[in-house]
């Protein structure tokens, strides 16, 4: 579960952005603009920061769900202070709080999809920008294999920092190729392959996600039609998959201003640092 905004540069961090002006592209930095709104007051409704830090929540509470109650109680694997504090006769109690985080975590993709696919629009320099993504989901792999699954190697299932990687090339490639329809197909067939032979988090859903809103980004009902993608996807599934859709009205709220961030990377270190200190706590 990283990664952009209409003001951002990156899918975690920052950048410039795009205005029109006298029929001419207008390249301003980002602080530039910032100082330039002073005067104006503060927009209505939520940053690309605040969003960002929901999504980084909604990722907690997944994986204290994973981490804590599935593979520390549900999979017999109980610490002896959770039992201390719920009592030994609380699997259901633990059932129906596993499943409230788990709902409760997936609105952490489609915000971070959608900052992915802003801040590809609007990053300086995209090939810093992607080996970033590289290094923090290389970083993060063995961390989240040895807290998921017990070993610091597991090569069947990825990181969802692969999903937003393979997003981020194949939108590139599709830049590259805009006049040429096949290459663009095979662009977006090599990224939903990808994803789906690699086995990230989300895979084939997840980058067609990013290619969706990348390609409505223009359109008012680019929100509407994600919303749509993930309930249909999650048809069939598990209830839990639904929740995803809660994700699309807060990001209607975003006002197009970075905001305040806690840092340049905190985004990128916060998904290996939570998982590594919610698997020590557990023991």
């Known amino acids: 579960m990283l990664i952009h905004q209409g003001n951002d540069a990156s899918a975690f961090s920052g950048g410039e952005s795009r205005e029109k002006s006298a029929g001419k592209a207008v390249f301003l930095p980002l602080f530039a603009r910032e100082s330039s709104r002073k005067g104006q007051g503060k927009r209505p409704g939520l940053s690309g920061s605040a969003l960002k830090l929901i999504a980084a929540c909604s990722m907690l509470l997944d994986h204290m769900g994973v981490l804590w109650i599935k593979k520390g109680v549900l999979e017999n694997e109980t610490p002896a202070w959770l039992f201390a504090l719920w009592g030994e006769e609380g699997r259901e109690g633990f059932e129906r709080a596993y499943l409230v985080l788990r709902c409760a975590g997936r609105l952490a993709f489609p915000i971070f999809a959608f900052f992915l696919a802003?801040?590809?629009?609007?990053?300086?320099?995209?090939?810093?920008?992607?080996?970033?993504?590289?290094?923090?989901?290389?970083?993060?792999?063995?961390?989240?294999?040895?807290?998921?699954?017990?070993k610091w190697f597991y090569p069947a299932y990825q990181n969802v920092l692969f999903t937003l990687l393979i997003g981020f090339v194949m939108l590139w490639g599709?830049?590259?190729?805009?006049?040429?329809?096949?290459?663009?197909?095979?662009?977006?067939?090599?990224?939903?392959?990808?994803?789906?032979?690699?086995?990230?988090?989300y895979d084939v859903l997840g980058v067609m996600l990013i290619l969706l809103l990348y390609c409505l980004k223009d359109s008012p009902c680019r929100l509407a039609a994600g919303a749509v993608m993930m309930a249909v996807a999650a048809a069939g599934g598990s209830v839990m998959g639904y929740f995803a859709v809660l994700a699309f009205p807060l990001l209607a709220l975003y006002n197009g201003e970075r905001g305040r961030r806690?840092?340049?990377?905190?985004?990128?270190?916060?998904?290996?640092?939570?998982?590594?200190?919610?698997?020590?706590?557990?023991?």
């Open 174 to 201: 599709i830049e590259r190729s805009w006049q040429n329809e096949w290459v663009r197909a095979f662009w977006i067939v090599a990224g939903g392959g990808g994803a789906l032979l690699l086995r990230s988090d």
């Open 262 to 283: 806690p840092g340049k990377y905190f985004f990128y270190l916060f998904y290996p640092g939570h998982l590594l200190l919610l698997r020590l706590m557990r023991g």
């Open 118 to 150: 802003e801040g590809f629009c609007h990053s300086r320099n995209r090939k810093r920008y992607g080996l970033r993504l590289l290094a923090a989901a290389l970083l993060t792999e063995g961390i989240f294999d040895w807290a998921i699954y017990g």
